[in-house]
């Protein structure tokens, strides 16, 4: 029979101690507490802890929306996307917490504020019209999404089909009644009745497209099932809980085309890119307003 | 790359100091609470079997099917699935402190059925030997059964500890920070090779020292 040798002891100590040293960038309750329910940006008490979308076409919005309201100021020479880390002046010790975009309204009771997109807010049962305490417009909002294919696909017919049936009447009708209270706004005028659109002869392959889960899969599955037959359109969507790869898929050839980003996130991507990509960016289809909402607000 | 990593070290600099402290912080502190936790566990599972110390064939199916269970949800869901767990213990559900708790609850099971390997190893004629000279089932466990198999345990807290470190890449998704998070966020979708190099190097340091740290304690402790 044995007994344990230091060496364990000390490895768990050696641990513990390390650990012990103190959380590194955990949130710390910095504010004092606002009397009764904040209702705006100015009622945020000094040191207030704010949730944002970790990525990139988000987090930047995020700040230059803030920065819109005057809590920030942003470091006037970077381009493109600014992070936390271009916050020029903070003058009220806001900490800014970046999470995965459908963790922030799950989360809210732990933070001071967060931002949410439209459509997470919509779902985790937060009214945009009422509960955000800023709110993007909806109206000529620069981060409309739509629809992107590379140089050559944009003249393929079936792109072109597509971005017909974005743009029509149904469509319209399905993100104004599906997203209610202004979470997802049509960023369109519509061209007209899904009827009208001239169906293809050849439907050729299936087009394989790449979106976000939601609302883009959303859209993108309703055209699908309810407009593409008549339209003589094949569809193939292929969902990506991820940025980055639907461009790079299209870059490749994987993808016909994609719809997932606003034209900010791709012009930053391309310049990112260098001589790189002969992106188009087609129709404008949907903007998600990101809002600023308080726990129970 | 030099020239450029000495231009942008202002920048880099603090973000990858304290991408790796957050990444050692949350693994430190899950590791710990793994081995206090998964060591009684994988204990459990080895004694309730058939035959062993312990035998309870029922309460060794329940602690396995929990263990399976553990085992099978994906990382990113089971820090969702915890949320109100996680915020009962540490009083939030964000930032480093509030990510060691799935990281903790999804080690558990994997270090648990690490252990119980472990104690297999251990030959039944040195517990038969132990019984002859009149010690309990607690005098065996704790001066029999863990020392003997204790090279196993650590060999098995290290490969514990490395998953960890790949776990703790997903915790910035409730705002754990950590290398892995800078790498997705500044490395991969800034495109930003610098830092994905950067944290990628870092990463691959912190495993190469902790897995020749965990090789170096199973070593000595087998010399007998």
């Not at chain 1, 004092?32 to 100015?42: F, L, R, Y």
């Not at chain 2, 998070?181 to 495109?191: C, E, H, T």
Request: net charge negative; proline share 7%.
């Amino acid at each position: 029979m044995r007994t344990y040798p230091g060496a364990v002891t000390g490895g768990i100590a050696v641990l513990a101690l390390l650990a012990a040293c103190g959380a590194p960038g955990d949130p710390v309750d910095g504010g004092g507490e606002s009397a009764g329910p904040v209702t705006s940006v100015d009622e945020l008490p000094d040191g207030a802890q704010i949730g944002v979308p970790n990525d990139p076409a988000n987090l930047g919005r995020s700040l230059q929306l803030l920065a819109g309201e005057g809590l920030i100021t942003l470091d006037p020479e970077v381009e493109g996307s600014v992070t936390e880390q271009d916050i020029a002046e903070n003058p009220r010790g806001i900490q800014f917490v970046p999470l995965e975009a459908a963790q922030l309204p799950r989360s809210l009771q732990d933070f001071d504020a967060a931002i949410v997109n439209g459509n997470y807010a919509i779902e985790a049962g937060l009214n945009p019209a009422e509960d955000a305490i800023v709110l993007e417009s909806g109206e000529d909002n620069p981060y409309a999404n739509g629809l992107v294919a590379q140089g050559e696909n944009a003249d393929d017919p079936r792109v072109e089909q597509l971005g017909a049936l974005l743009n029509t009447q149904e469509v319209h009708d399905f993100i104004a009644e599906t997203y209610t209270n202004g979470s997802v706004v049509p960023a369109f005028t519509p061209t007209g009745p899904a009827a009208d659109v001239q169906p293809l002869d050849d439907p050729g392959e299936p087009l394989r497209v790449g979106v976000s889960p939601v609302p883009h899969g959303e859209i993108l599955g309703y055209v699908d099932s309810e407009l593409a037959a008549d339209a003589g359109l094949d569809l193939e969507i292929i969902e990506f809980s991820d940025y980055v790869q639907p461009n790079l898929q299209l870059a490749d050839g994987e993808l016909d085309a994609n719809f997932f980003q606003h034209r900010p996130y791709l012009a930053e991507f391309l310049a990112g890119q260098g001589e790189g990509e002969d992106f188009q960016y087609l129709t404008d289809v949907h903007v998600e307003p990101l809002g600023l909402y308080v726990y129970g607000g | 790359m030099l020239t450029e990593l000495a231009e942008r070290w202002d920048e880099l600099g603090p973000l990858l100091f304290d991408g790796t402290y957050a990444t050692l912080y949350m693994v430190g502190w899950s590791t710990l609470f793994t081995a206090l936790f998964g060591l009684p566990l994988g204990v459990l599972l080895y004694a309730t079997e058939r035959g062993r110390l312990l035998p309870a064939p029922w309460l060794r199916a329940v602690l396995g099917a929990i263990v399976n269970i553990g085992r099978s949800v994906p990382f990113i869901v089971l820090m969702v699935a915890v949320l109100t767990f996680t915020r009962f213990i540490t009083g939030t559900t964000i930032g480093p402190t509030a990510a060691i708790v799935p990281l903790t609850l999804g080690a558990i099971p994997f270090y648990a059925r690490l252990v119980e390997t472990s104690l297999r190893e251990v030959g039944r004629d040195v517990i038969e030997a132990a019984e002859a000279m009149g010690a309990g089932r607690g005098t065996i466990v704790a001066k029999v059964l863990l020392p003997e198999a204790l090279p196993g345990l650590i060999a098995g807290l290290t490969v514990t500890v490395v998953a960890l470190v790949s776990y703790s890449a997903m915790a910035g998704a409730i705002g754990g920070g950590g290398l892995g998070d800078v790498a997705i966020r500044f490395g991969y979708q800034r495109f930003d090779e610098l830092v994905l190099l950067l944290c990628v190097v870092l990463l691959v340091v912190v495993v190469q020292l902790l897995q020749s740290l965990g090789d170096l304690a199973a070593r000595r402790l087998s010399h007998r």
